[in-house]
């Protein structure tokens, strides 16, 4: 390593090794941010889409991780099996992940639209366990392979090395917030969804189908939770059954830094949570990634509990 | 029968966790933090006993100081938060509570036997490895049964203590805290006082339950005391019924059952699990058990409110 050669050089030139040992220091804080700002952009995707169905139903879908894993896994199956494009399978990726988003609307969340806020917390903690039971039966509990001719790819940046796949996620990442942010801000869906999230008896008064937006909000959150899976898959070459349980639990940590129901935020926290995860192994050792990203959390929602970009409201 | 045993002993101790996130419930509190309170009582018990020589009561109730404490602490600045955002400040803290543990290595090396061939073992809170060794009943000759007992009689001061709680100042002060803030400031209640305290018992609750826990085990593992345990011990008492404690004890006990009464479904159980939960939620969302069906048992039995 590069630490090991700047220690052997003679003795007499301190002040030189010290200066190439701050630049040396320097050269990997900043690659590892570079490699956390990148592995950010996978969290902000789990939670856009997340951030979604909070914006617009004010519920937690514990079950958006594993509408994720299926991202993976269609996409897996479809490049393994089926030897199709990274486009077709990109695609299918999607519908996968929509259907399973739908049936978690239709049997978790609208029996339960006049529930109190634990009830759907429950039901689909209840989706979340039968989905993984289900691709496990199929799949194994084993880490599975997602083929890509992005592996072991890399642009090299001046310096710096950058992952192909995590720039592809990053640049896809930034298309999707965009997407979503002029769905929601532009057209008449995304004005009909703020209505609904606003007040959803005026909204229904105001001759607004109210289980139709709950749906389309389920398609598009499920999209881009396929969309994340997908990717996903790509960046790290693999997919276990297990995933969509720390992503939901990734995502739930993003949505709450980022401002809940707060798109931007999403897209910012997922970034920042990327960052101090890559640092804190950086500079703490891996023991502590964990603990150094949940104290951010937590500081972060005693000093400003509506999030970096969430909206001041009276009740948080 | 020691099949019985073992499975009343897990009931017990999934009956501590569902009481102790019931009644930081009882304020209108969702906390995820019992795990971490339900690891701090394990792991400084275990450490009480093994380490610095206390007695075993002492110890198990030094561990629930000790959560209580923490939770006091941890209580203090959250409380502020409503809703979900209290839940995952409170998952946030319970995993770093789990993360110092997963770090944490103190003790000291004990022959695992007199011939000295086996290989030294340590003796204390290991980091990953857990805290292994932890032999307090079986050095001063406590036998199963009795240490069966002790957790049978934790169980039953705390039914006791919650059915007094309810009929108590305190617990109607707890359920006017639950109706609403502004209801009860109006009434003259100190709300943030009454969260603290619900959140100290809580903690308390969880932390003896983690002392009776590590005693029991002899081994623990940070590993078991991650946010999963405290998202099942709200399914209990979600199941189970938010209404009244007896539904959290009733939620508990069904949920250690089930998966044995579904064992005839072999590999399937877990999906069968899943199902119940959903079909739970739609059809009866205030748990199995709430008030109504307790008068009407209550008529039943002859019994005048």
Redesign the interface.
């Known amino acids: 390593m590069i630490f090991a050669r700047i220690c052997s050089f003679p003795a007499a030139d301190l002040g030189q090794v010290n200066k190439h040992f701050r630049k040396a220091k320097m050269y990997f804080y900043i690659q590892t941010l570079l490699n956390g700002l990148m592995y950010g952009c996978t969290y902000s995707l789990i939670a856009i889409g997340f951030t979604m169905i909070f914006g617009t139903m004010n519920l937690?879908n514990l079950a958006h991780g594993d509408v994720i894993m299926v991202g993976t896994f269609v996409g897996i199956v479809l490049v393994t099996y089926l030897k199709m494009n990274l486009l077709t399978t990109f695609i299918g990726s999607l519908i996968g992940a929509i259907v399973i988003g739908l049936l978690v609307e239709r049997?978790?969340f609208r029996?339960?639209r006049t529930?109190?806020?634990?009830?759907?917390?429950?039901?689909t903690?209840?989706?979340?366990?039968?989905i993984e039971?289900?691709f496990t039966?199929i799949f194994g509990s084993y880490t599975v392979e997602f083929p890509n001719p992005f592996t072991f790819s890399g642009i090299k940046m001046g310096d710096y090395y950058i992952r192909t796949n995590y720039l592809i996620v990053l640049i896809l990442g930034l298309v999707f917030m965009v997407l979503t942010y002029l769905l929601i801000d532009k057209t008449k869906l995304g004005r009909a969804m703020r209505a609904t999230a606003e007040n959803f008896h005026a909204a229904s008064l105001m001759g607004i189908n109210i289980n139709r937006i709950y749906q389309m909000t389920f398609v598009v959150a499920s999209a881009l939770g396929g969309a994340a899976g997908f990717l996903l898959g790509i960046s790290t070459s693999s997919g276990t059954t297990q995933m969509g349980?720390t992503a939901t639990?990734k995502g739930?940590?993003v949505i709450?830094l980022g401002g809940?129901g707060s798109i931007p935020g999403a897209m910012l926290g997922g970034i920042l949570l990327g960052i101090v995860e890559f640092e804190s192994v950086f500079i703490l050792g891996a023991?502590?990634r964990?603990?150094a990203a949940?104290?951010l959390?937590?500081v972060l929602?005693?000093l400003k509990?509506a999030g970096l970009l969430g909206e001041k409201t009276e009740?948080? | 029968m020691g099949y019985w045993q073992t499975l009343i002993t897990y009931s017990s101790f999934n009956i501590i966790l569902a009481l102790s996130v019931y009644i930081v419930l009882s304020t209108g509190q969702l906390s995820v933090a019992q795990a971490g309170f339900y690891c701090i009582g394990a792991y400084v018990s275990a450490m009480g006993t093994m380490l610095w020589g206390i007695p075993l009561i002492p110890a198990i109730l030094l561990g629930g100081l000790l959560s209580s404490l923490t939770a006091i602490a941890m209580g203090i600045p959250v409380l502020r938060l409503k809703g979900i955002y209290l839940a995952i400040a409170t998952l946030a803290f319970s995993e770093i509570v789990r993360v110092f543990f997963h770090n944490l290595k103190c003790g000291h090396f004990i022959k695992a036997d007199i011939t000295g061939k086996v290989a030294d073992q340590w003796l204390g809170p290991d980091g990953a490895v857990g805290f292994s060794f932890i032999t307090y009943n079986l050095d001063h000759g406590i036998t199963p049964l009795e240490y069966f007992g002790l957790i049978i009689l934790y169980v039953i001061i705390l039914l006791v203590f919650f059915y007094l709680l309810e009929k108590s100042r305190m617990g109607y002060g707890f359920s006017a805290v639950r109706q609403g803030d502004a209801v009860a400031s109006f009434l003259g209640l100190n709300i943030t006082r009454i969260k603290i305290i619900a959140f100290s018992l809580g903690g308390f609750i969880a932390g003896v339950g983690g002392g009776l826990y590590s005693h029991y085990m002899t081994v623990i593992r940070p590993e078991q005391f991650d946010f999963s345990l405290s998202f099942l011990a709200i399914i209990f008492v979600a199941i189970g019924g938010t209404e009244t404690f007896w539904g959290s004890v009733f939620g508990a006990v069904l949920l250690t059952f089930l998966p044995e009464w579904l064992r005839v479904l072999k590999d399937y159980r877990m999906i069968f699990y899943g199902l119940i939960l959903i079909f739970m939620m739609v059809y009866r969302q205030q748990g199995l058990i709430d008030r109504d069906l307790l008068r009407v048992l209550r008529k039943y039995l002859g019994k005048r409110r």
């Open positions: 937690i049997f978790c029996p339960l529930a109190h806020e634990l009830a759907p917390l429950i039901s903690v209840g989706a979340s366990i039968i039971e289900v039966k349980f639990l739930l940590v709450v809940m023991r502590y964990d603990a949940y104290l959390l937590f929602l005693v509990p009740e948080r």
